[in-house]
Nanobody, 127 residues
Framework: QVQLVESGGGLVQAGGSLRLSCAAS????????MGWFRQAPGKERDFVAG????????AYKDSVKGRFTISRDNAKNSVHLQMNSLKPEDTAVYYC????????????????????WGQGTQVTVSS
C-alpha cells in the first residue's frame, strides 16, 4: 500500500520560510518522479515543483522560481520543498505526489501524470 505523508506546514509571516517534507512508503521510490502541488480555497490544484527520480532535473511554477527549491533523498524515500520569501498568495494546502516513469530524468508537471497523492499539509502566510 503506497503512502505519501506530508509534514512541515504551518503559519508563517510574509517573507518567512518553511520546509515541507514528504515521506514515501510502499513503492520503489527511486523509480518515481516526485512533485508538489497546491490548492487554494475555490481554486484548482496547481503544479508547484517537480523533480526527476535521478534528481538531476527540476521544474517550477513561474511564480515560485528563485524562492522554492525541491530536493529528494532516495536513500530515505523522501522529498522536500524549501520555501523562502513566502507571500500571502502562497497560502494553500500543499500536496506531495508520485508518478512512475521509465526515464530517470523526466519531470512530471501535470496532475494526470501522477499516480499517488498525499493527504496535504496547510501552509498559511500572513501579511
Amino acid at each position: 500500500q503506497v503512502q505519501l505523508v506530508e509534514s512541515g506546514g504551518g503559519l508563517v509571516q510574509a517573507g518567512g520560510s518553511l520546509r515541507l517534507s514528504c515521506a514515501a512508503s510502499g513503492l520503489t521510490f527511486s523509480s518515481y518522479a516526485m512533485g508538489w502541488f497546491r490548492q487554494a480555497p475555490g481554486k484548482e490544484r496547481d503544479f508547484v515543483a517537480g523533480i526527476s527520480w535521478r534528481a538531476g532535473n527540476t521544474a517550477y511554477k513561474d511564480s515560485v522560481k528563485g524562492r522554492f527549491t525541491i530536493s529528494r533523498d532516495n536513500a530515505k524515500n523522501s522529498v522536500h520543498l524549501q520555501m523562502n520569501s513566502l507571500k500571502p498568495e502562497d497560502t494553500a494546502v500543499y500536496y506531495c505526489a508520485a508518478g512512475v516513469t521509465e526515464h530517470s530524468l523526466i519531470v512530471r508537471t501535470r496532475k494526470g501524470e501522477y499516480d499517488y497523492w498525499g493527504q496535504g499539509t496547510q501552509v498559511t502566510v500572513s501579511s
